[in-house]
């Protein structure tokens, strides 16, 4: 499935320096459908270069990272039970800064 992903508000620097990342992204054995829970893992996995706890913790982005699938925020559409479709576009911002 090809997505487009954007990180933003300082996350691009656990991924190279890189904001927008088009990957292709295969389907869980066994599923039908990609969710946010399975995609977070992927990124974890395949995009952040250093400290995945600035992105995430347990299974989930952590608190302070705002999420947005197709320009709505996640929280409106289930959060990690969100499924994806091709062409999607996720933005990942922190919302966190230093002062």
Known sequence: MQLTLEFGGGLE???DSVKIH????????????????????WVRSNLIK???EMFMKGDTVR???????????WELSGQLDTTLENKD????????HGG
């Open 89 to 96: 576009v996720v933005v990942f911002i922190s919302t966190l």
């Open 63 to 73: 608190p302070g990272v705002l999420v947005l699938v197709n320009d709505c925020d």
């Open 22 to 41: 088009n990957v292709d992204v295969d389907l869980p054995a066994e599923e039908k459908m990609l969710t946010m829970k399975h995609l977070l893992a």
């Open 13 to 15: 620097l656990l991924c």
């Open 50 to 52: 250093e400290r995945p």
